[in-house]
């Protein structure tokens, strides 16, 4: 059974949020990266019970949900996973593979500009979603209300 951490109030630094030792030089990287955003944090990390990959959820700084995407930190590197796929760029749909849930690809199969842009143009379609109350997963909706 998979266990949960919020690190702001265990007041844990993210990149020591893991499974693993042998993850870190992938947390690393997404860390840097998420340094480029300052409206986007890290309100849950999951640790799988086979310790085989850690999970970072990512949302809206100083909000805890909803996700809007998540990165799967591996030894091997990290995928990114987009859980509101029709927010992505269409141009951008074609570089990644599809999971049960949503569209994920390699971290490290992207430049690190083009990667962020990716994500600059996500977040903004999901926010304008967000804001108009039209953005729903599994049914639930979340609205503004839930902005500060």
Known sequence: ??????????????????????QRQSALKIVEFLSK?????VPWVQYPADEKYTCWY???????????LHFT?????TDIEFRYPDY?????KSKFKKNQNWLYARF?????????????????????????????????????LHLK
Do not use: W
Request: net charge negative; aromatic share 10%; with cysteine.
């Open 58 to 68: 990512v949302t809206f700084k100083d909000h805890e949900e909803p996700f809007m």
């Open 108 to 144: 490290d199969d992207f430049r690190t500009d083009e990667i962020e842009q990716i994500v600059i143009n996500y977040m903004v379609g999901i926010k304008a979603a967000f804001l108009r109350d039209e953005l729903v997963y599994r049914k639930h909706r979340f609205t503004h």
């Open 73 to 77: 930190i591996k030894s091997n590197g």
């Open 1 to 22: 059974m998979a266990t949960h951490e919020q690190p702001g109030r265990s007041n844990k630094r993210l990149v020591d949020c893991l499974c693993s030792t042998t």
């Open 37 to 41: 955003f300052p409206d986007l944090h």
């Open 88 to 92: 992505l760029p269409h141009e951008s």
